[in-house]
T-cell receptor, first 116, second 116 residues
Framework: NAGVTQTPKFQVLKTGQSMTLQCAQD?????MSWYRQDPGMGLRLIHY???????DQGEVPNGYNVSRSTTEDFPLRLLSAAPSQTSVYFC???????????????FGPGTRLTVT | AQKITQTQPGMFVQGKEAVTLDCTYD???????LFWYKQPSSGEMIFLIY??????QNATEGRYSLNFQKARKSANLVISASQLGDSAMYFC?????????????FGTGTSLTVIP
């Protein structure tokens, strides 16, 4: 199992450009999510999905779009990049079956994005 | 109000000693879950331990234990017999249920340095 994979690892964008961060998991997890990590802020949830065709907003959704057409993939789209979106982005997945530690989230290695 | 509060930005511990990392949380969901993650300097997020809100006993995983005080809404991580490899950022996180699934919240983290 590859777990959670993210591409690219690094990206530099100019203000106003758009791009898609890719995330895929091979664990058949229903739940997938995107976070951004900024210094001193911890991780903040951008969007999440509980299954194909179902997405919802997290704490900081503005400027980002998501869709979930398959169980495996959960891409994050930046519509018009801004310097405030410079961050490290993590994708994560987990099973939603109860109870207990199956709620553990498995994280991808992260994408470091710089917007100039 | 902050969902997860970690009040210790940085901690030092002598090798082989135990250390406690503080975490308090705020939720009205009766069936929440609490997690601790480790983030070494390489950047990946490593799951350490989980405590469910209905669990009667404190969770333990090897040298990690979670001191769960439900009435005080605290979920402190205790690392026993510290090792140099424990030097990392540590994040406390909480899962609470929403209408469309689960939402996760992370604290701002505690940077732990183990002194040889």
């Amino acid at each position: 199992n590859a777990g959670v994979t993210q591409t690219p690892k690094f990206q530099v964008l100019k203000t106003g450009q758009s791009m898609t961060l890719q995330c895929a998991q091979d664990m058949n997890h229903e739940y997938m999510s995107w976070y951004r990590q900024d210094p001193g802020m911890g991780l903040r949830l951008i969007h999440y999905s509980v299954g194909a065709g179902i997405t919802d907003q997290g704490e900081v959704p503005n400027g980002y779009n998501v869709s979930r057409s398959t169980t495996e993939d959960f891409p994050l789209r930046l519509l018009s990049a801004a310097p405030s979106q410079t961050s490290v982005y993590f994708c994560a997945s987990s099973s939603v079956e109860e109870p207990g530690p199956t709620y553990e989230q498995y994280f991808g290695p992260g994408t470091r994005l710089t917007v100039t | 109000a902050q969902k997860i509060t970690q009040t210790q930005p940085g901690m030092f511990v002598q090798g082989k000693e135990a250390v406690t990392l503080d975490c308090t949380y705020d939720t009205s969901d009766p069936s929440y879950g609490l997690f601790w993650y480790k983030q070494p300097s390489s950047g990946e997020m490593i799951f350490l331990i989980y405590q469910g809100s209905y669990d009667q006993q404190n969770a333990t995983e090897g040298r990690y234990s979670l001191n769960f005080q439900k009435a005080r809404k605290s979920a402190n991580l205790v690392i026993s017999a510290s090792q140099l490899g424990d030097s990392a950022m540590y994040f406390c996180a909480m899962r609470e249920k929403t209408n469309t699934g689960n939402q996760f919240y992370f604290g701002t983290g505690t940077s732990l340095t183990v002194i040889p």
